[in-house]
């Protein structure tokens, strides 16, 4: 069986009124993986590592950094 996943996303989203900041992200990433989140300017990379990181909360989906749900159990 592997390993669970360090984070997990599930169709992540986020809105500020009508503007669409993150589309229903979804990616996992392993123990020891190295992972790169790349993307154009606007594409919501920095509103996503914001969202993991518990400076905003998300408006829809999920996401768990090691075990932890970012929006029940953010510190």
Sequence with gaps: M?????IE???LQKHYGDIEAVRGVTFDVAPGETFGFL???????????????TLITPTGGSARVAGCDVATDPL
């Design 39 to 53: 993307g154009p300017n606007g594409a919501g990379k920095s509103t996503t590592i914001s969202m993991l990181c």
């Design 9 to 11: 996303v599930d169709h």
């Design 2 to 6: 592997p390993p669970e996943a360090t």
